[in-house]
Structures are given as C-alpha cells and as structure tokens.
C-alpha cells in the first residue's frame, strides 16, 4: 500500500516562504512515477501546482512557476514544496500525490495552511 | 490552457438511480488523458477514473467513463449511499494540467 503524508506550518506570514514535506511509504520515488502537489482553497476546487520525475524531470503550473520550486530526495524517500512570497491566495489545503501519466493514483491526506499575519 | 468545463453544477437524485456528470474540454485530449476523481468532504480526492474509460484499482463497475470528441462522460449506473460527493475531471495531456470546477451529487 503506498502511502503518503504532507507536514509542514499550518501558518505562514504573508510574504514568507512555505515550505512543505511529503514522506512516501510503500514504494520507493526512485521506482519511477511522476511526484506532484496539488492545492485545494478553502470551499473550491483543485489546483495543479507542479510535478516531479526521480529522474529530474519536472512541470510546472506557469501561474505559480516563478516562485515555487518543486524536489525529490530519494535518500529519505520525500517530495518537497517551496513556495516564495505567500500571500492569503495561497491559503490552501496542499495535497501531494503519485502519478501524472494515468492520473494522481495515490494522495496524501492534505496539510492545511493559513497565510495570515 | 485546456478549459474544463463539469455540469451540472449540482445532481440531486436518489439512491438507485443513474447519475451522469459531463466534462467538456476547450480542445481535444490526445490519447484520452482524461481523469475522474470523487471527493467527500475532508478527505483527499479518490481516482475512479483514467484514460477516459479505464477504472482504478478497486474502483466498482458501477462507475464508468466515455469520451465523444471533446466531451467526457461519467455514469454512475445506481447510485449508492456512499456516491453522494463531489467529481472532478482532469486533462493530464498538457501542462498546465487542470481539473473542472467539480460537479456535487446530493441527496434529493
């Protein structure tokens, strides 16, 4: 059973840096599959953010590609987020989840967070 | 960017009968790279759907998917209690890769 878990600060200062992790169990990231984050304001629908390649591979949403910056490290088997200069917009449950090619297969519960001062 | 557009905005129906949510793309969807999700409230959404017409792993065949040009189809064939939530579709043809605005499916 693949699993994966989303950690991070429930609550970022505007104009900060969001940073999120995405621990994944059950299957190895370097196996293959595309890694990927996904967003959910609070009462609407899904947004894309990026996705990511073991291999380096990698897309981004060119709505938020300026200022985030998607990684793998396959030593501790985790997705990373970074997410430059936040603003209340960016308010969101943050999903990350495995696939790309036959849709996200396997999503992490979410981790909420609030940008507010 | 493919637009996504889901209706009807809100089905209400009943258990046991057939519910059937649309997706229309702004353009074609090569290969069928057309997803369906379920998403209740507070948790993550669930894959049901990939390809157009395949079924996830340990999806019931109840749930099924089509595709006509540029419009995308799922049919709920007898709605069960557990049914009753939000469906997503989502291009994964082209980045950036979108979801539709999400049809609700409520109790009548």
């Known amino acids: 059973q693949v699993l994966l878990q989303e950690s991070g600060p429930g609550l970022v200062k505007p104009s900060e840096t969001l940073s999120l992790t995405c621990a994944v169990s059950?299957?190895?990231?370097?196996?293959?599959?595309?890694w990927g984050w996904i967003r959910q304001p609070p009462g609407k629908g899904l947004e894309w953010i990026a996705s990511?390649?073991?291999?380096?591979?990698?897309y981004y949403n060119p709505s938020l590609k300026s200022r985030t910056t998607i990684s793998v490290d396959t030593s501790k088997n985790e997705l990373s987020l970074k997410m430059r200069s936040v603003s209340a917009a960016d308010t969101a449950v943050y999903y990350c989840?495995?696939?790309?090619?036959?849709?996200?297969?396997?999503w992490g519960q979410g981790t909420m967070v609030t940008v507010s001062s | 960017e493919i637009v996504l557009t889901q209706s009807p905005g809100t089905l209400s129906l009943s258990p046991g009968e057939r519910a059937t949510l649309s997706c229309r793309a702004s353009?074609?969807?090569?290969?069928?790279?057309l997803a369906w999700y379920q998403q209740k409230p507070g948790q993550a959404p669930r894959l049901l759907i990939y390809?157009?017409?395949s079924r996830a792993t340990g999806i019931p065949d109840r749930f099924s998917g089509s595709e006509s040009g540029t419009d995308f189809t799922l049919t709920i064939s007898s709605l069960e209690p557990e049914d009753f939530a939000v469906y997503y579709c989502?291009?994964?043809?082209?980045?950036?890769?979108?979801f539709g605005p999400g049809t609700k499916v409520d109790i009548k």
């Open positions: 990511m390649h073991h291999s380096g591979s990698n």
């Open positions: 390809g157009a017409s």
């Open positions: 989840a495995r696939g790309l090619t036959a849709g996200f297969d396997f």
């Open positions: 989502h291009q994964y043809i082209e980045s950036p890769f979108t």
């Open positions: 353009q074609s969807i090569t290969n069928n790279y």
């Open positions: 059950g299957y190895s990231i370097s196996s293959g599959y595309y």
